[in-house]
């Protein structure tokens, strides 16, 4: 007890040594107040060490009889408040000394009966849990309770909200509502009357009606109550962008309108104790849509988890924003905080302050406080508040704020939670929540099952449903073998069996889509093998048409090909003479080109002497030619000179 020593020493010695600077810290004008309850139940005995600086107070234990005159003024004057138009039968009025006798019986039995132990850590019960019975007694009407059976009804539901819906065990369960037969003592309600009957009491089934104007009632029908949960879901999801999906069974009902009970009560708050993936954070979300509070919760990345220091005030900051809406702006708020949320245990210290004083202290500084103050005064005011109005602050969000706590009921994180912070424990209604029962198991997975657009036929869905139950029950009795032989742990929650079927379903997709793929592979097989096979009769048919003008194309390809070869023959021959002729024709060329060859030599030789004769050409005038007239037998080389010139004017030459 390492805290007790450290206020013995500021006792002893007025102070205590700063490890971070090792120097002593003096502690002046303070004095210590201690409040503690006696050793028991995870608490120990304080040191007289430490209690010899006190003057002790021993508060004794309130008498039943105390308690009883408490009560029966509190019971019979609400009985008797109402006025003659809307007042409770006399019957009924007559009740309040049995309802009060009833509970302080039942508290007394429980206290005495049902002790703590490590693994029944909440087996603890004081007189909060007594006037949490009355607070929900006294939300019923006139209108819905007039009758002593529906009186006594209505007292153990609540005495049964209060007290049976912690216990773990069907065992204590089973001992409570013999106690209860017992006590009643009445053959109306034996304890399997009272197991057999449905009856349950709740505010919920008027869909659409305001808040203030719904009646705490009794319900004797699930299927009405199956009913107007589903009616819920549907306007949630209209007015929400996380759509819900629940299959609502017997378990999962009563569950929802326990909290949604609580969240109509003030300063109501709730712990739902049960594993993980079993419902519990849709629960509560749908409770707090139905019950018409804000839902908030808060959520920490990675980085922000590793320095607790940023988390704590990042918590504190966003926790205060919302305790001053609930404060000054009068909203109704639901607080969830999970497993998930609780990074750090100094997070729950906060939540402890918040349910047994309604605020975290050292949150606000005076400036805080003064402003607030000046914002709710006018609000105290109207209400007929006119002084202490941080008060009024506090009170106004004890009542409209409502912390909904869930945790695991696994290792010892939650026993030891309890111990050091108490108010969890007081302050909070505990909800045990029990695995799923085999009927609630097939209901889910009926529901989802029959969803699946891979089934093929309806009739194949009960024993697919029957099929999930027995494996995920199976692996719960494996678990306790398991658990048996080796001493260790496996827990299979409702999370696993919801994936079971989703697995399911995957696999069933893909192998329908596998098989559908190869039936149409097949089949476009078969097909395609039958346009073949009535191809190849069409054409047979064709064939068979065509045959006779096929053998006339034979025959007529047969002469073709005769006299293909004739031509064939014939072309040899020609190409052949062509060859020859070919080679006659290169001699041919060969001679013609040596006689160009020859020509061009000579016309070589004859250009110049023709040039010589243009010139003398020019050269010659009419005196020559006269003289070459008067030749009467001119020489030869004159003859053949005029010879030349006859030819090249195109004449012929006869005679000088």
């Not at 409040?35 to 040191?47: D, Y």
């Not at 508060?59 to 408490?70: F, V, W």
């Not at 926790?319 to 729950?348: A, C, F, P, R, W």
């Not at 506090?394 to 704020?401: A, F, G, P």
């Amino acid at each position: 007890q390492a805290v007790i020593e450290l206020l013995r020493q500021v006792a002893d010695y007025k102070g205590f040594y700063d490890l971070g600077t090792l120097s002593f810290t003096e502690i002046q004008k303070s004095i210590i107040i201690g409040a503690a309850a006696p050793p028991g139940g995870g608490r120990k005995a304080l040191t007289q060490r430490f209690t010899r600086h006190f003057h002790m107070l021993c508060l004794p234990r309130t008498s039943q009889e105390i308690m009883k005159d408490i009560f029966e003024s509190i019971v019979g004057g609400f009985l008797k408040s109402f006025d003659s138009a809307h007042k409770f039968p006399i019957e009924v009025i007559s009740m309040a000394p049995y309802l009060v006798g009833w509970t302080l019986e039942v508290y007394f039995k429980i206290q005495k009966e049902l002790l703590p132990t490590p693994a029944k850590t909440h087996y603890s019960f004081n007189l909060r849990d007594v006037s949490k019975v009355f607070q929900g007694i006294l939300m019923v009407h006139p209108k819905k309770v007039a009758t002593e059976e529906l009186i006594t009804r209505l007292w153990i539901h609540e005495t049964s909200r209060v007290f049976h819906d912690r216990l773990i065990c069907a065992e204590d369960r089973d001992w409570f509502y013999e106690m209860i037969a017992k006590i009643l003592e009445k053959p109306n309600f034996s304890k399997e009357e009272i197991l057999d009957t449905f009856s349950m009491f709740g505010s919920f089934l008027a869909i659409g009606v305001p808040l203030e104007d719904r009646f705490y009632e009794p319900i004797d029908s699930m299927d009405k109550v199956n009913k107007a949960m589903n009616d819920y879901v549907f306007d949630y999801n209209l007015k929400n962008k996380d759509k819900m999906d629940i299959v609502f069974f017997k378990d999962a009902i009563e569950h929802l309108s326990r909290i949604v009970r609580i969240l109509g009560q003030p300063r109501g708050n709730v712990m739902l104790v049960g594993v993980g993936g079993s419902g519990k954070f849709t629960l509560t979300k749908l409770a707090s849509f139905i019950a018409e509070c804000l839902f908030w919760s808060f959520e920490f990345k990675d980085a922000d988890k590793r320095e607790n220091k940023t988390v704590r005030d990042k918590y504190k900051d966003y926790i205060n924003t919302q305790m001053m809406e609930v404060g000054l702006d009068g909203m109704k708020k639901l607080l969830y905080l999970g497993e998930n949320q609780i990074t750090h245990e100094s997070i729950l210290e906060d939540i402890n302050n918040i349910l047994n004083a309604g605020e975290i202290p050292n949150l606000l500084n005076d400036d805080d406080k003064n402003k607030i103050q000046s914002e709710v005064s006018s609000i105290a005011e109207k209400e007929g508040v006119y002084e202490n109005f941080y008060n009024f602050y506090i009170q106004r969000i004890r009542e409209r704020l409502h912390l909904v706590l869930c945790m695991s009921p696994v290792g010892e994180s939650l026993r030891t939670r309890m111990r050091m912070f108490p108010s969890l424990l007081n302050c909070c209604t505990i909800d045990w929540i029990d695995p799923w029962p085999e009927q609630a198991l097939y209901s889910v997975a009926h529901r989802f099952i029959q969803e699946i657009k891979s089934i093929p036929d309806e009739k194949f869905v009960e024993p697919i449903s029957k099929m999930c139950v027995q494996i995920h029950l199976s692996v719960i009795e494996e678990s306790e073998v398991y658990f048996s032989n080796l001493r260790r742990r496996v827990y299979t929650t409702p999370k696993n069996y919801l994936d079971l079927i989703k697995l399911y379903e995957k696999v069933l997709y893909e192998k329908m889509q596998s098989v559908i793929k190869r039936k149409n592979t097949l089949e476009q097989g078969t097909t395609k093998l039958a346009e073949a096979s009535k191809d190849v009769e069409e054409l047979q048919a064709t064939l068979k048409d065509l045959t006779p003008q096929l053998n006339i194309k034979k025959q007529q390809q047969q002469e073709l090909s005769k006299r293909l070869s004739r031509d064939k023959e014939e072309a040899s021959k020609r190409a052949q003479k062509v060859e020859e002729k070919k080679e006659e024709v290169a001699i041919e060329k060969n001679y013609a080109d040596e006689m160009k060859a020859k020509a061009e030599s000579m016309l070589a030789e004859a250009l110049p002497i023709l040039e010589d004769a243009k010139i003398g050409l020019k050269n010659i005038d009419a005196g020559q030619i006269t003289e070459l007239k008067g030749y009467k037998a001119p020489k030869e080389a004159v003859i053949l000179t005029m010879k030349g010139v006859f030819t090249l004017i195109g004449d012929k030459f006869t005679t000088w």
